[in-house]
Each structure stands twice: as C-alpha cells, then as structure tokens.
C-alpha cells in the first residue's frame, strides 16, 4: 500500500465518520419528531378536514369542501366566542395586576427566602385542577364571606351573587393560571441588575421614575411571556365557565366540548376549534418573530 | 436636590407606611393563593350531609379513615397513576433526545425544530384534544387507555425538552472531549460523562410530565372513551356532589408532592 493509498483510506474512514457525525442529531431528533408529526400535526390537518365535511353522525360525513361550515359555526357560538378572548383578557390582566407585585416582592425584597418564596407561590397548583376549581365555589358561594362581605359595602346588591356570573369565572381563571404569570415575570425580574436601579437614584430618579426607566423596560419580556402564557389556556377553558359560570354565558370551549363529545356536530365543532387555533396563531407569531425561534425553547 | 429635600419633608408615618405596603401585600397574596388550597384540605373534614360538600357542616375523620371507601375513585386514581408512568417515562425519553440533539448539535432545520416544539405549548388544550379525536375518528381508532397515553407523551414533550435543554446549557462538552481523549468511545462517554451530569435535569423532566399527566383534563376529556382517570372522575362527580373523599386524595397529593418538592430542592442545593 502507498502512502497515497493509506491517505486516501483514511480520509475516507473519516468522511464516514464525518457523515455519521452528521447523522446523529437527525436520529436523536427522529422518535419525539416522529411522535410530534403524528399526534400533533396530522391530528391538526384533519381538524381542518373535518371542519369542511358535510353530513350528519348517523348518514356519515363527506368532504364538500363546505366553508360555509364556519359561517354557521360562528352564527351558532360566535358570541361564545367573544366572551372567550373578554373572560380570558380580563383574567389576563387581572393576573398581571396580581402577579407583578409579588415577583418584585420576591425577587427584590426576598432576600435569603427567595427560593423559600417562589416555592410558597407555586404550591397552589400542585392541588388537582378541578378541585381548586371546586374550591372558588365554596369561596363565592351565595352566603360565603366573599359576597356577604361585598353586599355589607353595597358592592353587590342585596339579593346579588357572585356564583353563576362572568365574574366568577373571571376570578377563577384568573386564580388558576396565575403561576404561568408569576414565573416569566420573576424570571425577568431576577435578571435585572440591582446596580442598574442603583444608578438611576443616583441619578436623582425618583423611585416611580426609576421603575418606569429601567425596572418595567426590563421586565418587558417576562411580561409579554406571562400574558402569552395566561391567555392561551384562558382562551380555551371551559372548566372555569362550566363550573362557575352560568350555563346560558359559556365560553366556546364548552361548544367546542358539546359540539364534539355529546351533540356530535363534528364540523361546526372543528370549524370552531380550528378558529381558535387561527386567533392563537395571529396572536403568537408577532411574539415568535420578535423573539427568534432559538429561545421560544429556552 | 429639590426632589431630595422634599424627600426629607415627607412625614415618618408615610414613609413607614411605603415600606410596608409591598410586605403586606405580599401576605395578603399569599393568602389568598392557598385560600382554595385550606378549602380543599378543610373540606375533607368536613362532616357534610347529602350529597354536595359545599357547606360546613362540623369535624370528622370520617372520610380520610374511609378514604379507599368509594371504589370507582379508587379506579380511576389507579388509571391515572398507570397513564402518568407510562406516558411521562416515554416522553423523558423522547424528549431527552431531542433536547441533546439541539444543545449539542447544530443542524440544519434548528429553527423548524424549535418552532414545532414551542407550538404544542402554545395551542389551547382544548384544540389539541379535539383534533386528535378528529384524528382517531377518521382512522376508526377507539378512544380509551392507549389513546390518553399517546396524548399525554405528545404534550408533555415539549415541557421535557425545556426541562432538560436548561439543565444542558450549563454543561461543559470538555469533559465529554476529555473522555474521548482518554479512549472512552461515545457509548462509554454518553454512560459515563454524560448521562450523570443530565440525569437530575431528566428526572426534573419526568417528575413535572407525571404532574402535568396526572392533572390534565381537557385533552383527556376528549380522547378517554370509557376509561376514567382522577380528574374525568371529579368531572363526572361534579354534577351529581363530589365525594369528600376526592378531597381526602387531593390533600394527600399536595402533600405528597410539595414534600417530593422541596426534598428535591435540598438534593440539587447538595448538589450544587
């Protein structure tokens, strides 16, 4: 063998190598992508199938291509619609209002017991779902505190209640994804640089000044991410509205539910849950480009 | 120096008061985030008569000593716990992988890869579960165990990446070149560099899959069919009164897991 002939084996053992190398990340990928393409994209591309078919459960259903599917989807549970993206925006900001104090809190004034704080602020929701759910039901009853506490402050009128009303379902969404608020916030809060604040004093900030310069700036994308966060789930409960709320005022999650599982209107369900998807996406992908792919999973 | 003076002026009580203010407000939050926590807890002490538990009505150990009394509960806290293992376990593995391929590599299709782990997470519950029943309907698949099971490893991946992906990215890929250095091939370098330092990221992972398993509802509520987990049951019971016993589990599971929690909090300060 000459040397040519050795370098010329090697530098193919190495191309193989190389080649191989190469591989890897695309056989680690495989499986999770493979499970992802299946139960997430195609069970999406149906969706949109189905939304277009024409028939009923017992003659069968047929693809027509019946875009007036969505029409009639929206005449039926437009208004549900609606009331989704208030409830759901409402929550949203009420769970900002809520959250952001106790991240400064936590992440400025914590201390030694930050870690023992954002802890405390999580345990909620390791009780079950439903059961937290359950419990805002005790919490707004007609003669619990709550509403006896508001009627005395002439808040609510006296026969006025609390249970079976927006505002139920409102405080119950708002409760139970405050922890997808809080986190993001504390999380940008965290980063922040107590210099930075130190600085702006020093510059004769005044302390409200200082926060609107450099803290809420700062704060800015645990903000943005905690409001994504929040409204998303929100915008899809029908949990909250179908166990607090009144059965007349319900959420187009509850039609979708309906729609798919006991009427089985399986079009007019679709149209509207393939809806949804679409506000979501219009709502998400401003936030996708300013951010850049590399830390949506970050 | 204006702003300075008046600083100065401003009465002690107000300035008292301002210091207070984000302290108190922190135990009135506080407050109120375990107020439904206490109900839950207190509840399944509750001596209730009839069929809703939504009055107090006095003390008893009624229900935690008959806790294993109403035998569909026991079922479905069963079911529940099978699909939370199984799914979780899949969904660590798969995700685990996907989430060495992208802090460990660069490849083409990065962004893409991204992209189509950050939607899941970005989807309404509820248009997940109904499309994958569309999905199974078209196919002619019965909804039931299996189908649960496939629906909680596809959510619960993306959670594992991130889990996983922000336990890597403190990870010195030295150490695995100096393995290779030294002869160890890549399996022996996976086994033995690289496994050990991902290995409380991937439990981290598994431990928060199983949770979201164990309490997810809406996407389950659409592909169960017959089969009955923990939260299909108290969503079931709601209608009709749920029993107190339901309570009695769902104390005993904030209890369980806010001790795996902090027992976890004290291994990885050991650890760091």
Redesign the interface.
């Known amino acids: 063998m000459t040397t040519d002939e050795a370098t010329s084996l090697v530098n193919v053992g190495a191309r193989q190598a190389a080649r191989r190398r190469k591989a890897v990340p695309y056989l680690l990928l495989l499986p999770g992508g493979l499970w992802l393409a299946i139960f997430y994209i195609a069970p999406m591309i149906q969706l949109v199938g189905i939304s277009l078919q024409e028939g009923t459960y017992q003659t069968g259903y047929s693809m027509t291509w019946r875009w007036e599917n969505y029409a009639d989807a929206f005449a039926l549970a437009g208004s549900h619609f609606l009331r989704s993206f208030l409830y759901a925006g409402a929550a949203t900001l009420l769970a900002l209002f809520i959250a952001y104090p106790l991240a400064y809190g936590i992440a400025f004034r914590g201390g030694k017991y930050k870690n023992l704080l954002l802890v405390l602020v999580l345990m909620p929701f390791l009780t079950p779902f439903l059961l937290r759910t359950l419990a805002w039901k005790v919490i707004l009853a007609d003669s619990g505190f709550v509403v006896e506490t508001l009627k005395t402050l002439h808040i609510i009128s006296p026969s006025g209640r609390i249970l079976a009303t927006g505002w139920a379902v409102v405080a119950g969404i708002t409760y139970n994804f405050l922890a997808f608020m809080t986190l993001p916030i504390y999380v940008s809060l965290e980063k922040i640089h107590p210099s930075l604040i130190e600085a702006a004093n020093d510059l004769y900030a005044k302390p409200v000044t200082a926060f609107r310069k450099v803290t809420l700036p700062l704060s800015m994308p645990g903000i943005v991410a905690g409001t994504l966060l929040t409204l998303i789930p929100a915008a899809g409960d029908f949990v909250n509205a179908s166990l607090l709320g009144n059965p007349q005022r319900l959420m187009v999650g509850n039609i979708i539910d309906n729609r798919f599982l006991r009427i089985v209107d399986y079009p007019t369900a679709a149209a509207l849950s393939f809806s949804l998807m679409l506000v979501i996406l219009a709502i998400i992908i401003p936030y996708v480009r300013a951010s850049g792919t590399e830390d949506l999973v970050a | 120096?204006a702003?300075?003076a008046t600083a100065s002026r401003k009465p002690p009580l107000w300035a008292w008061i301002k210091r207070r203010i984000?302290?108190v407000?922190?135990v009135v939050?506080?407050t109120?985030?375990?107020?439904?926590?206490a109900?839950?807890i207190l509840?399944s002490f509750n001596d209730h008569q009839g069929r809703y538990n939504?009055?107090w009505q006095g003390f008893t150990l009624d229900h935690w000593q008959n806790a294993f009394g109403v035998p569909r509960l026991f079922d479905s806290l069963v079911t529940s716990l099978q699909i939370a293992f199984i799914s979780s376990a899949i969904a660590t593995?798969?995700?685990t992988?996907?989430a060495?391929?992208?802090v460990?590599?660069r490849?083409r299709g990065?962004?893409a890869?991204?992209?189509?782990?950050?939607?899941?997470?970005?989807?309404?519950?509820?248009?997940?579960g109904?499309?994958?029943?569309?999905?199974f309907?078209?196919l002619g698949v019965a909804r039931g165990f299996a189908t649960v099971v496939?629906?909680h490893?596809?959510f619960n991946?993306?959670y594992v990446?991130?889990t996983v992906?922000?336990r890597l990215a403190g990870f010195d890929r030295h150490l695995e070149e100096a393995a290779m250095d030294l002869y160890a091939n890549e399996w022996t370098t996976f086994r033995k560099v690289t496994l050990p330092m991902i290995l409380p990221g991937v439990m981290a992972a598994f431990l928060l899959g199983f949770?979201l398993s164990f309490?997810d509802?809406?996407i389950t509520?659409?592909n169960s069919g017959n089969t009955i987990t923990?939260?299909l049951f108290?969503?079931g019971a709601?209608r009709v009164g749920?029993p107190a016993q339901?309570?009695v589990f769902?104390?005993a599971?904030?209890f369980i897991?806010?001790s795996i929690?902090?027992l976890n909090?004290r291994l990885q300060r050991r650890r760091a």
């Open positions: 120096m702003q300075a984000l302290p407000y922190m939050a506080l109120y985030l375990f107020m439904p926590v109900i839950v509840f939504f009055t593995l798969l995700g992988l996907i060495l391929a992208l460990r590599y490849f990065r962004s890869t991204n992209l189509g782990l950050f939607l899941p997470m970005a989807t309404p519950e509820v248009v997940m109904s499309s994958l029943l569309a999905l309907i078209v496939i629906a490893i596809m991946i993306s990446v991130v992906k922000a949770a309490d509802f809406i509520n659409f923990f939260p108290i969503w709601a749920v339901v309570n769902g104390a599971i904030f897991t806010v929690m902090l909090i």
